[in-house]
């Protein structure tokens, strides 16, 4: 950390799970986090004793006149609101977390002179602990000009993970493509852990079923790669499974039969990329997947 870096102070608004987290690591590498505010007091204080030296503060301005680097790290919708009510300095830099939005909800701060930024960790935090444990290892999406731009691209050393810079037009895509690899990845264990059901087997019985096949298929794509790390019935080509697997949702859970055909369908590429199926093969399996049953509304 270059020496100007170690001594500015930093701030955050917002003492929830990310805001503590960032600033437990932060702290932990010898950044000067030095005050807090959030909406409750003893959210704040929390932070706060986790921390050498901060102050708790009783208002987000309080805040903004106490630091050089402040994170607004409150939720999505109150980003915008917050920046715009406060009187900020110049050459100070505001930093946001969210992966969704761009810096321009923070654009008032500009109107001031200070310089504005986001620093996204591509990581699912569920609790203020696994948060700290998890930030090591991740990587920090990035949308700021120079100086922020470096200083934030060191934090993220600092904290042991990696960074990729965006511009505020990827903003979008770039959190979409992060909800398809977390949230629905969860979306996916519940609609299987809902067939085991069918046969008799409880939610719980069969996430501990299911989790060493999620972890060795993490392992495989971590280890092996795209496409390679692909097995299954239709990376094999095996089009008598695939029916099979249609006609019993058809059968039993015709309310998943789209979302298995349309996810069927995205695998094709992948299947065809291995090199185990040939273009033949993965037309037939195009075919079966594209199907629709007499009658059908979907
Ligand atoms: N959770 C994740 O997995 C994750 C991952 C990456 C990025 N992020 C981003 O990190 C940011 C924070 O998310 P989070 O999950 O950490 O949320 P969180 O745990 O709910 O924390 C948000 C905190 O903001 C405070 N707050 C709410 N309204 C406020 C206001 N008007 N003024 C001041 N403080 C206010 C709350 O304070 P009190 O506790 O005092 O009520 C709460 O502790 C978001 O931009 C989110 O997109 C989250």
């Not at 900020?88 to 830099?93: D, V």
């Not at 037009?169 to 809902?194: P, R, S």
């Not at 067939?195 to 719980?204: A, K």
Request: glycine residues 8%; neutral net charge; hydrophobic residues 40%.
């Amino acid at each position: 950390m270059c020496e100007t870096i170690k001594m500015s102070t930093i701030g955050f608004i917002g003492a929830g799970i990310t805001g503590t987290a960032l600033a437990t690591r932060l702290d932990q590498q010898g950044y000067n986090i030095t005050a807090v505010s959030s909406r409750t007091l003893a959210s704040a204080e929390k932070l706060a004793e986790r921390m050498k030296h901060c102050q708790v503060y009783t208002t987000s301005q309080e805040v903004a006149d106490n630091a050089d680097i402040i994170f607004i790290t409150t939720p999505d919708d109150v980003i915008g609101e917050i920046a715009a009510r406060i009187r900020w300095h110049k050459g100070q830099c505001i930093v946001h977390c969210s992966g969704a939005h761009s810096t321009d909800i923070i654009e008032p701060a500009k109107e001031f002179g200070a310089d504005t930024g986001c620093f996204h960790p591509l990581q699912t935090f569920a609790s203020i602990q696994q948060a700290i444990e998890n930030l090591p290892g991740s990587t920090f999406a990035i949308e700021a000009q120079e100086p922020l731009l470096s200083i934030l691209k060191g934090m993220s050393r600092a904290i042991g993970g990696y960074w990729v810079i965006l511009k505020a037009e990827d903003k979008v895509l770039y959190h979409t493509a992060a909800v398809f690899a977390c949230n629905y990845l969860v979306t996916l264990t519940k609609l299987a852990t809902d067939l085991w059901q069918d046969f008799g087997i409880s939610q719980e019985q069969a996430i501990k079923a299911l989790l060493p096949l999620l972890r060795g298929t993490l392992s495989n794509i971590e280890n092996i790669g795209l496409p390679n790390c692909l097995t299954g019935p239709i990376a094999r080509g095996d089009l008598g499974t695939v029916k099979k697997h249609i006609e019993a949702l058809e059968k039993e859970n015709p309310h998943l039969l789209n979302t298995y055909k349309q996810l069927g369908l995205q695998t094709l590429p992948i299947a065809l990329a291995k090199g185990k199926i040939n273009p033949g093969k993965t037309q037939e399996l195009q075919d079966i997947l594209s199907k629709q049953k007499q009658g059908a509304l979907i």
